[in-house]
């Protein structure tokens, strides 16, 4: 085991960020925000980050866009403020959005599976009697 290392590498995902056309896979997709960063490491474990940098990937290829760290607030600033009006418009079925389309979790989709099936369920017993 050595005791002083570098290239131990933590990525930390923020959401999605940008709709942009990808330079590398010519898709156009919603980009990823990310933040990288490289420790120094002693007994194999991370001490000190000595690179820090900030991207935009695209989710369907991995390929990245390097940006400044000013830009990468401005996304976490915009990211918060887009989830905070999406906590505003949850209704009991889903989440609601601009244009009023709703969006169910799986969690809300396997409920309404389930209750259907014991709909269907009472029905054929109902019918048998």
């Given at each position: 085991?050595?005791?002083?290392?570098?290239e131990h590498?933590?990525?930390?995902?923020?959401g999605p960020?940008?709709?942009?056309?990808?330079?590398n896979c010519?898709?156009?997709?919603?980009?990823?925000?990310?933040?990288?960063?490289?420790?120094?490491?002693?007994?194999?474990?991370?001490?000190?980050?000595?690179?820090?940098?900030?991207?935009?990937?695209?989710?369907?290829?991995?390929?990245?866009?390097?940006?400044?760290?000013?830009?990468?607030?401005?996304?976490?600033?915009?990211?918060?403020?887009?989830?905070?009006?999406?906590?505003?418009?949850?209704?009991?079925?889903?989440?609601?959005?601009?244009?009023?389309?709703?969006?169910?979790?799986?969690?809300?989709?396997?409920?309404?599976?389930?209750?259907?099936?014991?709909?269907?369920?009472?029905?054929?017993?109902?019918?048998?009697?």
């Amino acid at each position: 085991m050595s005791i002083f290392g570098w290239e131990h590498k933590k990525v930390q995902n923020y959401g999605p960020a940008k709709r942009e056309k990808c330079n590398n896979c010519s898709n156009e997709a919603t980009f990823q925000l990310q933040k990288l960063s490289i420790y120094f490491t002693i007994f194999g474990r991370p001490i000190i980050p000595y690179v820090i940098s900030y991207r935009l990937v695209c989710p369907l290829c991995k390929n990245y866009i390097e940006i400044e760290g000013t830009e990468f607030y401005e996304f976490i600033d915009r990211i918060h403020s887009e989830k905070e009006t999406d906590n505003r418009m949850i209704s009991p079925d889903g989440y609601v959005t601009e244009n009023g389309a709703i969006y169910r979790t799986e969690t809300q989709l396997n409920f309404i599976r389930q209750m259907k099936e014991i709909e269907m369920e009472r029905e054929k017993r109902n019918n048998k009697d």
